[in-house]
């Protein structure tokens, strides 16, 4: 089974509007984190956002949240206001705690209407 | 702060050419360090990752290998490159040795596309 899946490969939104992407996640450590990562076209990776499992409030930065539903293990990260350079691929990761490798998903990409 | 440097940022190697990547981190120790290979349009894959010196482990089996000779130094090498070896791999560290770590993101360097001809 797949430890990480995002179901959007691609979505649009439009400048200033709210988008949400999907991620969904399989696990069986009660231990791990879940983040959020940028990708440009430049090709960097940006660290966005990060979700632990026992953290009891979602996590925000800026204007991203993570929308985190233990129960049915999801992790979706929700973009305000959108901008222009948002414009990206997005992709979620995860990390057990009995281990050291990170599985990220397909990602999706996000283009942003002006 | 923490510092990731990656090189080079491009690459143009002929089929059967030998390959070395290299990747150093400043500003921490004993870091956790990856490599990974991304298609183009695609998801990222896991190479090697390294929990210390002489601690490294492959995920996938290939003609790639990768030493890490230093604490904070991971280098990717193959001795013949063949075509399916294009793309762009990324080196990265997280916070290693125990602890909470699995809390700590991974950095990533810029990356370096390879494309061999």
């Known amino acids: 089974a797949q430890k990480i899946t995002q179901t959007q490969p691609g979505m649009f939104v439009q400048e200033k509007e709210a988008v949400t992407l999907d991620c969904t996640y399989d696990t069986s450590d009660p231990s791990y984190g879940l983040f959020w990562y940028k990708q440009p076209s430049s090709g960097e990776m940006i660290f966005l956002i990060y979700?632990?499992?026992?953290?009891?409030q979602n996590a925000t930065e800026g204007r991203y949240s993570l929308n985190f539903q233990k129960a049915r293990k999801s992790a979706n990260l929700v973009i305000s206001a959108s901008q222009l350079g948002d414009s990206a691929m997005y992709f979620c990761a995860m990390r057990e705690a009995r281990g050291n490798q990170f599985y990220f998903g397909t990602g999706t990409s996000l283009t942003v209407i002006p | 702060s923490q510092t990731i440097h990656q090189w080079p940022a491009t690459l143009v190697q002929p089929v059967g050419s030998p390959l070395s990547l290299e990747c150093t981190v400043e500003g921490t120790s004993n870091p956790n360090l990856y490599w990974y290979r991304q298609a183009a349009g695609r998801g990222l894959q896991l190479l090697f990752y390294s929990i210390g010196i002489d601690q490294i482990s492959s995920e996938v089996p290939q003609n790639l290998s990768a030493s890490r000779p230093q604490d904070r130094q991971f280098i990717l090498s193959s001795k013949k490159l063949l075509l399916s070896d294009s793309g762009f791999y990324l080196c990265?560290?997280?916070?290693?040795?125990?602890?909470?770590?699995?809390?700590?993101?991974?950095?990533f360097g810029n990356g370096t596309r390879l494309t061999v001809t």
């Open positions: 979700q632990g499992s026992y953290d009891q």
């Open positions: 990265a560290w997280n916070i290693g040795r125990g602890g909470r770590s699995y809390n700590s993101p991974l950095h």
